[in-house]
C-alpha cells in the first residue's frame, strides 16, 4: 500500500514571499504520478501541479513548482511569490499506474495562511 | 475545460430519512468517477470507485448498503445515504476521470449534508 506524509500541519508566509510544503511518500510502485491539490475555502479541489515519476524534470506551472525526488521519495512544492489567494489547504497525492480504476492517495494536507 | 457540477451544494435532512447527491461531468464524458468524505479540516477519504454501467467498488469499511452509489450514464454518477443518522453529517466530494484522457481527476464542488 502507498503511503503520503505531510509532516507539516500549518505554514504561514509574508505576502510576496517564497514558501515551500513537503511531502513524501512510499511506494514499491516505479511508475506513478504525484500530484498537489489546492482547497481554498470555498472547499473546491484545484489541481496545482502534476508530476509523473519517469519525468526527471521537475514540474513548474507559473508561481508554483516542485522539487522531485524520486530515490529519497520526496516531492515538496514551492510557491513564489506568494499571493493572498494562495491561502488554502494543500494536498498532496499519489496515483499508481496503470489501471482504470487507479486510486488518488492524500496526505493529511497543510494549511498554508498568507499575510498581507 | 473539465467541469464536474454537484447537487446539492448542501442539504439538511432528518434522522432515518434518506438523501441522494448528484455528480456530473458537464463537458466530458466520465467512465470512472470516485466519490470522497471529508471532515473538516482533514483529508479526503475515498469512499468508492463508480465505473459507469457497473457497480461500484466500495473501499474497506464503508457500508455499501449504506452509501447506494448508481452510475448509469457517462455523465452521471449518484451517492445516496439511506437511513442516514447525524453520524453521516459530512462533506461529500466526488471527482470524474475524462474518457480516454489522462489519469488526472477533476473534482465537483461538493455537498455538505447536515443530518439533524
Known amino acids: 500500500a502507498q503511503t503520503v506524509t505531510q509532516s507539516q500541519p500549518e505554514m504561514s508566509v509574508q505576502e510576496a514571499e517564497t514558501v515551500t510544503l513537503s511531502c513524501t511518500y512510499d511506494?514499491?510502485?516505479?511508475?506513478?504520478?504525484l500530484f498537489w491539490y489546492k482547497q481554498p475555502p470555498s472547499r473546491q479541489m484545484i489541481l496545482v501541479i502534476r508530476q509523473e515519476a519517469y519525468k526527471q524534470q521537475n514540474a513548474t506551472e507559473n508561481r508554483f513548482s516542485v522539487n522531485f525526488q524520486k530515490a529519497a521519495k520526496s516531492f515538496s512544492l514551492k510557491i513564489s511569490d506568494s499571493q493572498l489567494g494562495d491561502t488554502a489547504m494543500y494536498f498532496c497525492?499519489?496515483?499508481?499506474?496503470?489501471?482504470?480504476?487507479?486510486?488518488?492517495?492524500f496526505g493529511k494536507g497543510i494549511t498554508l495562511s498568507v499575510r498581507p | 475545460g473539465a467541469v464536474v457540477s454537484q447537487h446539492p451544494s448542501w442539504v439538511i435532512c432528518k434522522s432515518g430519512t434518506s438523501v441522494k447527491i448528484e455528480c456530473r461531468s458537464l463537458d466530458f464524458q466520465a467512465t470512472t468517477m470516485f466519490w470522497y468524505r471529508q471532515f473538516p479540516k482533514q483529508s479526503l477519504m475515498l469512499m468508492a470507485t463508480?465505473?459507469?454501467?457497473?457497480?461500484?467498488?466500495?473501499e474497506q469499511g464503508v457500508e455499501k448498503d449504506k452509501f447506494l452509489i448508481n452510475h448509469a450514464s457517462l455523465t452521471l454518477s449518484t451517492l445516496t445515504v439511506t437511513s442516514a443518522h447525524p453520524e453521516d453529517s459530512s462533506f461529500y466530494i466526488c471527482?470524474?476521470?475524462?474518457?480516454?484522457?489522462?489519469?488526472?481527476?477533476?473534482f465537483g464542488p461538493g455537498t455538505r449534508l447536515t443530518v439533524l
Open positions: 511506494t514499491s510502485e516505479s511508475n506513478y504520478y
Open positions: 497525492a499519489f496515483m499508481k499506474l496503470p489501471g482504470a480504476n487507479s486510486k488518488l492517495t
Open positions: 471527482s470524474a476521470r475524462r474518457q480516454g484522457g489522462t489519469d488526472t481527476q477533476y
Open positions: 463508480s465505473n459507469e454501467g457497473s457497480k461500484a467498488t466500495y
